[in-house]
């Protein structure tokens, strides 16, 4: 390949240190300083690249992240799956390799090497995102007043601070990002990443200006390349970008590229002057460009070139102001949009701020085949795309971008932002500025989940967790699933038995004998304060605040929209303190809710919440020999029928350890909770199953817990709703307190919808063939009518297999579910379509004779 390196090099490189790389299978080779796209250029590869959806050849076509054409997959030294070429700094050993457009992820993550990540936070009073003229003034004026300055520029290189100063400068960093009360997150290096969290009192945006290409026909070739960045692979990187060129340009800051590239050897044929009404009106071309087509007032001419350097004016960078809420006026006098207002502590400067050169408006030249003037080089659509677009009745630019996908690929439409609101605006007929462009959102740059993640990865991104007693279930061989982060036992097998096996033998345990459960991961929090009973009794559906102490009570929460949210139960401990369960994987989503609302609507409640989860170990024993297992572990509570109701709780020792006993049951049999500190949790434990073996006790699992349960017909929140179920819904308008005053979800229950007669209802169900599982999630139909599609009139929301009952059985949400009693439904099923009897949702033990033993 040719080279098109300057004699004399750029003010980026550095000619001692040469690097090595590869490209698309080519041992090419480059300095220190390049970019692989600067390389590419210096090496004579002007193209090699692909457009993503029509697979036009496309070359380089900008210097920096606005770059819509180059984009290669980086395998080494570090991987990256989508980069721009022009944003990739050249390290010895690169390995890339050009792509459409679209990344695609390794056959094997474990083959490739990632970046180092690392995360810091600072506090400064002044950030500056860009270290150009503008930016290093604001920086420098605010250092020596003594102010913390952090100055951010996505280039290579930055001028040292001045001596003394409280100054720091991140080069190759891009801010990723500006969000409310000056809050920042900026991103600096490839192969080594650092993520700043950057608090700022004051945020200055001299982000410059991006160079706006002008659409015509061919103007996406190879050799097409934005003025600005010909003129910066020339004095930056010391790189010909074409030995033969053109220029064409509405400004005469784009004309003056011309200069420029004769200064670097550059043989400059032509510029083409769109003010005095010179166009370029077709470039041509096969694999790049070769020939240009200029109309004149004088009439066409014709020139042989490997260059077009394009300049159709330039818009300010206001990415970042514009996801912080700032909002943008359109300026007749620079054909471009400005900022306007803005948050207080933000402000913009320079070239950002609108300090960029008048011309002359043109945004697509009128001359030739729409279909081959491309707008968004990324999306390659076009002209003709838009014209369509508007031609079909859409007349706004955000709905044209919905059309078009204009604007949404890597780049977030950086050159063709402008460009697409004015040509929709000139369709439409509409002046310039009627539109502006659509928003761009975080981050700026693309950003890989890793360096997001930073150092919270594996187990640090999403904690494994475990109970006390959880080395107990190891060794016991227990299979577990994962419930939110908890690994819970799902079922204990013997002898590798089946999980079927398993969990009828402990399902059979707890029926007839007494079999223990660690429930240690049910969510817990405090609620305390000489408002806590009032709260609480906003927050749940029933009444709390007349609950006695030492009692216990079932409670249900809602949504706004008046579904079904999470339950559980409260123990109230004291007349201000009261312990509140949650289900297991809703533990932090009701503590958020519970802290949302003292903290933004009553924020004059006295109460104040304490997740205490993990201080508490939690042994279940349920069965009908519960309470002989209870005592035999050693306690100094009385447990008998008489002394120790249903739903309360008694404070006392067991196996020599302080305990909370509760008598709560999720299984419809005799039951006890023992809450010890989590630290007892593994004694206790072995405690329970040591004085349990006499009674002939039995650990088991969520599996086994599921079925005892659905037993019962108590529903699991997640299982049996979806976010569109309501209390009435699930038979159990008695925990619906109207009477109480008002609770979150009560004026929604009023909704039409809500009290409609034909809504779906919790019911049994019962296949004729017992021996058959209707599957979880199966589609319910009234009637066996033979053909696709059938009227759907619910779906089954649990179904398992019971020992106690002989046969398979099943929870199902069905219209008029309560009034379907007794009727046959069809659960059609590719092999084969079941019917099932409608039952009542408790299939054992419905007078509940089993609960107290």
Not at 222 to 242: D, H, I, N, Q, S
């Amino acid at each position: 390949m040719t080279s098109s390196r300057l004699a004399d090099g750029g003010v980026w490189i550095d000619r001692s240190k040469p690097v090595g790389f590869t490209f698309d299978g080519t041992e090419l080779e480059g300095f220190e300083g390049d970019t692989l796209a600067s390389a590419l250029l210096a090496n004579g590869v002007v193209g090699g690249f692909r457009s993503p959806i029509l697979g036009r050849a496309r070359g380089i076509h900008a210097a920096g992240v606005e770059e819509p054409n180059a984009y290669a997959e980086i395998s080494a030294p570090w991987f990256d799956p989508i980069a721009a070429a022009t944003t990739v700094p050249l390290v010895d050993g690169l390995v890339a390799r050009s792509r459409a457009g679209v990344g695609r992820l390794p056959e094997d993550p474990g083959s490739v090497a990632t970046p180092r990540v690392a995360h810091r936070f600072v506090h400064v009073e002044l950030l500056v995102v860009g270290g150009g003229t503008s930016g290093r003034a604001a920086a420098r004026a605010a250092s020596e007043e003594g102010a913390r300055v952090l100055l951010v520029d996505e280039h290579p290189i930055l001028d040292a601070p001045p001596r003394g100063s409280d100054m720091t400068l991140l080069a190759n960093a891009t801010a990723l990002g500006v969000y409310d009360d000056g809050y920042a997150v900026v991103l600096e290096g490839t192969a080594d990443i650092v993520v700043w969290h950057v608090r700022a009192g004051r945020v200055v945006l001299a982000t410059g200006a991006i160079e706006r290409p002008i659409a015509f026909a061919g103007n996406d070739l190879p050799g097409v390349m934005l003025a600005g960045a010909a003129a910066a692979y020339v004095e930056c990187f010391g790189v010909r970008p074409g030995e033969r060129a053109a220029v064409f340009a509405t400004n005469e800051q784009g004309l003056g590229v011309a200069d420029v590239l004769r200064n670097g050897g550059v043989d400059v044929v032509r510029t083409v002057d769109a003010h005095s009404g010179e166009l370029v009106i077709e470039a041509l071309g096969a694999e790049r460009l070769e020939r240009i087509l200029v109309r004149t007032p004088g009439g066409d001419e014709a020139f042989d070139v490997d260059l077009l350097a394009v300049s159709g004016g330039w818009n300010p960078n206001l990415g970042l102001w514009r996801s912080i809420g700032g909002r943008l006026r359109y300026d007749d006098e620079r054909a471009t949009f400005v900022p306007d207002d803005g948050p207080p502590w933000l402000s913009v400067e320079g070239p950002a701020a609108g300090d960029v050169p008048a011309g002359t408006p043109l945004w697509f030249v009128e001359h030739g085949d729409d279909a081959a003037k491309f707008v968004d080089l990324q999306r390659d659509q076009t002209v003709a795309d838009i014209a369509e677009a508007v031609g079909g009745g859409l007349r706004s630019v955000e709905h044209v971008k919905r059309a078009t996908y204009i604007g949404t690929a890597v780049d977030q439409g950086r050159t063709s932002g402008v460009l697409v609101a004015e040509i929709v605006s000139q369709l439409l007929g509409e002046a310039a500025g009627a539109q502006g462009p659509t928003n761009a959102r975080p981050p700026y740059a693309p950003a890989s989940y890793l360096a997001v993640a930073g150092p919270t990865r594996g187990d640090l991104l999403d904690p494994v967790r475990t109970t006390p007693m959880h080395p107990w279930h190891v060794a016991a061989s227990a299979a577990f699933e994962n419930v939110g982060q908890w690994k819970r036992p799902w079922f204990f097998p013997r002898d590798a038995e089946p999980m079927d096996r398993a969990v009828e033998r402990e399902c059979l345990a707890v029926r007839n004998g007494v079999g223990a459960m660690d429930a240690s991961t049910l969510g817990k929090i405090e609620v305390v304060g000489a408002d806590a009973p009032a709260f609480l009794d906003r927050m749940y559906t029933n009444r709390m605040s007349n609950l006695a102490v030492g009692s216990i009570r079932y409670g249900l929460m809602l949504g706004l929209d008046g579904m079904v949210l999470d339950d559980g139960v409260a123990m109230r401990l004291a007349e201000d303190r009261y312990l509140v369960t949650t289900t297991t994987g809703g533990a932090a989503t009701v503590l958020d809710r519970f802290e949302e609302w003292l903290q933004t609507e009553w924020p004059d409640l006295r109460v104040y919440c304490t997740s205490v989860t993990e201080q508490w170990a939690v042994v279940a024993i349920n069965g009908p020999r519960a309470r002989e297992v209870v005592s035999a572990t050693g306690t100094d509570v009385d447990v008998s029928r008489e002394s120790f109701p249903f739903m309360t709780f008694r404070d006392g020792h067991v196996a020599g350890v302080p305990a909370r006993l509760a008598r709560v049951s999720f299984s419809g049999e005799l039951a006890y909770e023992l809450h010890v500190p989590a630290w007892h949790g593994l004694e206790v434990w072995e405690a329970v199953m040591a004085a349990g073996q006499p009674f002939g006790i039995e650990p088991y699992g969520t599996e086994a817990m599921h079925v005892l349960r659905a037993e019962k017909g108590y529903v699991i929140v997640g299982q049996d709703t979806d976010g569109s179920v309501t209390p009435h819904d699930l038979g159990m308008d008695w925990i619906v307190n109207l009477s109480k005053g008002d609770f979150i979800g009560r004026r929604s229950l009023r909704r039409s919808d809500l009290v409609r007669t034909d809504r779906k209802q919790l019911v049994g169900l019962a296949p004729a063939d017992g021996r058959t599982l209707v599957p979880e999630g199966a589609q319910l139909v009234v009637e066996d009518i033979g053909r696709i599609p059938m009227p759907l009139a619910g779906h089954v929301t649990s179904s398992y297999r019971s020992a106690a009952l002989g046969r398979s059985f099943a929870l199902a949400m069905l219209a008029g579910g309560h009034e379907m009693h007794g009727r046959t439904v069809f659960a059609p099923l590719p092999e084969a379509t079941v019917p099932c009897t409608v039952t009542s949702s408790v299939a054992y033990d419905p007078e509940g004779e089993r609960r107290d033993g």
